[in-house]
Nanobody, 118 residues
Framework: QVQLVESGGGLVQPGGSLRLSCAASGSISSIGAMRWYRQAPGKQRDLVAA???????DYADSVKGRFTISRDNAKNTVYLQMNSLKPEDTAVYYC????????????WGQGTQVTVSS
């Protein structure tokens, strides 16, 4: 089995920064695309950022220029650097990854809360 464990969430003031981490462990041959989603109360879960195994990235329009996704393939870890945070960034942030072990499967982390408030 594979586990994705997020960390780095918390309470931050508007304009502040946070760095989320998500480490994959377990039965892993390789990891393809890794992604961050977020879900605010009463809203659907939306894609925030994605990164391929080769390092190509994509972002939601709402976070472009403020958030940066990166990964360390040696550590099976993906990061989300969040700068210039706004109250509307408040949500539970989830890590998602395409993991290969015998075949390709998709996994989710348990989520980490990010609250932007003064």
């Amino acid at each position: 089995q594979v586990q994705l464990v997020e960390s780095g969430g918390g309470l931050v003031q508007p304009g502040g920064s946070l760095r989320l981490s998500c480490a994959a462990s377990g039965s892993i041959s390789s990891i393809g695309a890794m992604r961050w989603y977020r879900q605010a109360p009463g809203k659907q879960r939306d894609l925030v950022a994605a990164i391929t195994s080769g390092g190509s990235t994509d972002y939601a329009d709402s976070v472009k220029g403020r958030f940066t996704i990166s990964r360390d393939n040696a550590k099976n870890t993906v990061y989300l650097q969040m700068n210039s945070l706004k109250p509307e960034d408040t949500a539970v942030y989830y890590c998602n990854a395409d993991v290969v072990y015998l075949w390709l499967r998709n996994f989710w982390g348990q989520g980490t809360q990010v609250t932007v408030s003064s």
